[in-house]
């Protein structure tokens, strides 16, 4: 396995556990162990990234635009706040995160070839994912019988 493979695995593996914190949350539990889990494997994804893909140069971070750099680093941050905060803020930090997440892991797989090969897992989480989050959102807001 290649370090861009192993970066990029991380990516996944974390997205998989911030679709895990999601459900989590949706069921009443902000497990701290579980998101600072995910925040440390976001943070070596991001760590790798800046290292062996920008080779910690700004313009190679932006070359491609800056939403992509944008949506990048924002999801980091939320993730990483997420560690830190009362479990009302870090249930909407984590589903923040995921929507963000989502969306950039999305582009991606269709837009860079180097992590083509998550495009069907990708949208598999991103829609399971999007679908527990708009029944859990449903599901919260029902009238009363």
Excluded at 90 to 118: Q, W
């Amino acid at each position: 396995m290649t370090l861009e493979n192993f970066t990029f695995l991380l990516a996944f593996l974390g997205y998989l556990g911030l679709s895990a914190n999601l459900v989590l949350t949706a069921r009443g539990t902000c497990s701290r162990p579980a998101i600072a889990l995910v925040a440390l494997v976001a943070v070596a994804h991001v760590y790798l990234v800046w290292a062996y893909r920008y080779d910690w140069q700004f313009a190679m971070a932006v070359r491609n635009g800056y939403a992509g750099f944008f949506i990048f680093h924002s999801a980091l941050l939320s993730i990483v706040t997420a560690t830190f905060v009362p479990p009302a803020i870090c249930r909407s930090l984590i589903a923040l995160s995921f929507l963000i997440v989502s969306a950039g892991a999305s582009g991606a797989v269709f837009r860079y070839e180097v992590v083509s090969v998550y495009r069907i897992p990708v949208l598999l989480n991103a829609g399971l994912g999007l679908g527990f989050l708009v029944y859990s959102q449903y599901r919260g807001i029902r009238p009363a019988r």
